[in-house]
């Protein structure tokens, strides 16, 4: 708890303090007189573009990876066993074996517009799935490299291991009898999934939706690789605490993710996700 107290509270506050100060754009030194010019400045229209985004991204990629881990973990949960349920489990745990950056540039391979998806869709006559996916025009030509679509794309497949786990772990504690009494009403399988298993599994997703939601928010090499010109908060907080040098408009960036995020976990408290971890 000291080490705690004083290395990461104690980094928060250090943090704070410099959100409060602010730069001498003259000689480039940080001025350190309190104020609250750099919250006023996050309400530009910029700066409030940038959260709106991040924030909806991370929305997205937590409701896309509770999508495809639920019917996985509903798999290997309920039908899965013996050396299937070893396979599944391997399937889900492998990419986690590899390097982050080594899957987010076979990635970036992948989603090029030279890339092995676009040689099949080319070969099966659908080119026109990516331009109508994108819509508008993209760095390179129609490809989901440098896209939101394609960035969308990467966070998924990142964090969707961290999804299935803890839903996993919750659909494993369901007890079967309570799904075979459902069947022995007259309950439909759909029915029986929706009114019985994903009540119990919600600490579950929770408990995953903290991974998926976090990361995604944080997250500045994914936007800068795979995405286009559009800014994360991860990335104008390094361009600002970097190239920029204004230390105190960035700390006062990073205290957006963790007041979101801080928000985020009293809701998923609250909904059980520690207990499901």
């Known amino acids: ?13 250090a943090l704070l303090a410099n959100s409060l ?4 754009h003259f000689t480039g030194q940080v001025v350190r007189e309190v104020g609250f ?36 973990a509903w798999t290997m949960a309920r039908y899965a066993s013996g050396p ?30 030279e890339g092995a998806i676009n040689w099949v869709l080319a ?14 025009p993209v760095v390179g030509g129609h490809s989901l490299s440098f896209s939101p679509l394609g960035t969308f794309i990467v966070f998924v497949y990142l964090w969707l291991p961290f999804m299935i786990l803890p839903v996993l772990a919750a659909l494993e504690r369901v007890p079967v009898s309570l799904v075979e009494a459902s ?40 936007p800068g690789v795979i995405g286009d010109s559009s800014m994360f908060i991860g990335q104008v907080v390094s361009l600002q605490q970097g190239t920029a040098g204004n230390v105190p408009l960035a700390a006062a960036l990073s205290l957006v993710p963790i007041a979101v995020i801080a928000l985020f976990l009293w809701g998923a408290k ?4 520690f207990d499901a971890l």
């Open 1 to 13: 708890m000291l080490w705690v107290g004083a290395v990461y509270v104690g980094s928060l506050m």
């Open 183 to 222: 069947g022995d009403l007259g309950a439909h399988p759909v029915t029986t999934f929706w009114r019985v298993v994903f009540p119990l599994a919600v600490p579950g997703i929770a408990a995953g939706s903290i991974f998926t939601f976090s990361l995604t928010l944080g997250d500045y090499i994914v």
């Open 84 to 113: 299937k349920k070893a396979l599944l489990y391997l399937a889900v745990m492998l990419p986690l074996w590899s390097s982050y950056l080594v899957r987010l540039y076979a990635w970036k391979l992948l989603l090029a517009k």
């Open 270 to 273: 609250r909904l059980g996700a």
């Open 37 to 72: 010019g750099n919250f006023v400045a996050l309400l530009e229209g910029a700066n409030l573009d940038v959260m709106l985004r991040t924030v909806t991204m991370a929305l997205l990629v937590t409701v896309a990876c509770i999508a495809l881990a639920l019917p996985v």
């Open 123 to 136: 070969q099966l006559h659908l080119g026109w799935v990516i331009e109508g996916l994108l819509a508008l």
């Open 21 to 24: 100060f602010r730069l001498d």
